[in-house]
T-cell receptor, first 113, second 111 residues
Framework: EAQVTQNPRYLITVTGKKLTVTCSQN?????MSWYRQDPGLGLRQIYY???????DKGDVPEGYKVSRKEKRNFPLILESPSPNQTSLYFC????????????FGDGTRLSIL | EDQVTQSPEALRLQEGESSSLNCSYT??????LFWYRQDPGKGPEFLFT???AGEEKEKERLKATLTKKESFLHITAPKPEDSATYLC????????????FGAGTQVVVTP
């Protein structure tokens, strides 16, 4: 089954404790992206990757890091999480370039206390 | 600055009562406009891509249209299972890979 898998689905943690949200896709997609979703603001793009070892900033990259060492994986790293990063996070992938339909994971709800 | 605005924020419909959702956008050249559906607790699910003004796409009770400044998602004779949040997103011609979403329209269809 074609899917984008995020882990964990839920996490409550404290300010400053480094965390990683993993994202994996099994569709051999070139493009992957991370978004955060907040009430009233919709989905905002954090980082995206057009291919292995190629990553670019979206609209809200501050406080986040990403890496793309393999085509299937695109982890999101919060080196020193803060309460304003409490949000619902989605990973997505598409065939290429990002102007193809994106397949989304089911989300990761992060609470930073 | 690129901007995507969806209206209304929320819409309550009786089953069978057709309506339209609006997505207005300002981008420096449009590469593509996308419609997604999002159910509670789930990630967005792709519905349509529109690339040029005048283009229309249909799927079951949904029809998406595109002009140079806005897109409409028409819901014809909706059923309760059409209840969801509908998201619009645009990609600008000079922004490979960057996607900008609107805040969404929450649709509730009652029997």
């Amino acid at each position: 089954e074609a899917q984008v898998t995020q882990n964990p689905r839920y996490l409550i943690t404290v300010t400053g404790k480094k965390l990683t949200v993993t994202c994996s896709q099994n569709m051999n997609h070139e493009y992957m992206s991370w978004y955060r979703q907040d009430p009233g603001l919709g989905l905002r793009q954090i980082y995206y990757s057009m291919n292995v070892e190629v990553t670019d900033k979206g609209d809200v990259p501050e406080g986040y890091k990403v890496s793309r060492k393999e085509k299937r994986n695109f982890p999101l790293i919060l080196e020193s999480p803060s309460p304003n990063q409490t949000s619902l996070y989605f990973c997505a992938s598409s065939l290429d370039r990002g102007d193809q339909p994106q397949h989304f994971g089911d989300g990761t709800r992060l609470s930073i206390l | 600055e690129d901007q995507v605005t969806q209206s209304p924020e929320a819409l309550r419909l009786q089953e069978g009562e057709s309506s339209s959702l609006n997505c207005s956008y300002t981008v420096s050249g449009l590469r593509g406009l996308f419609w997604y559906r999002q159910d509670p607790g789930k990630g967005p699910e792709f519905l349509f891509t529109l690339y040029s003004a005048g283009e229309e796409k249909e799927k079951e009770r949904l029809k998406a249209t595109l002009t140079k400044k806005e897109s409409f998602l028409h819901i014809t004779a909706p059923k309760p299972e059409d209840s969801a949040t509908y998201l619009c997103a645009v990609q600008a011609a000079d922004s490979w890979g960057k996607l900008q979403f609107g805040a969404g329209t929450q649709v509730v269809v009652t029997p």
